[in-house]
């Protein structure tokens, strides 16, 4: 079997980051998610639990109103 292989999704919000992490090598996808803020504390949090994770590439997606 093949390493793991961490990818995350990012949802940018003004004030909250949804943020969700699937192992692309398993072939029933899992899910993991959870909300993060935006302030620097939110946002070395969220960096703290991708690297835990082990995620490798990350996409971002924002639509402005």
């Not at 943020?19 to 692309?24: E, G, S, T």
């Not at 703290?48 to 109103?65: C, D």
Request: hydrophobic share 45%; aromatic share 8%; net charge negative.
């Amino acid at each position: 079997m093949e390493d793991a292989y961490y990818i995350a999704g990012i949802d940018v919000h003004k004030k909250m980051l949804a943020v969700v992490i699937a192992n692309v090598r398993e072939t029933e996808l899992q899910f993991e998610g959870r909300r993060f803020g935006t302030t620097v504390s939110e946002l070395r949090r969220l960096s703290a639990w991708l690297q835990e994770r082990g995620v490798q590439e990350a996409a971002m997606e924002s639509t402005a109103q």
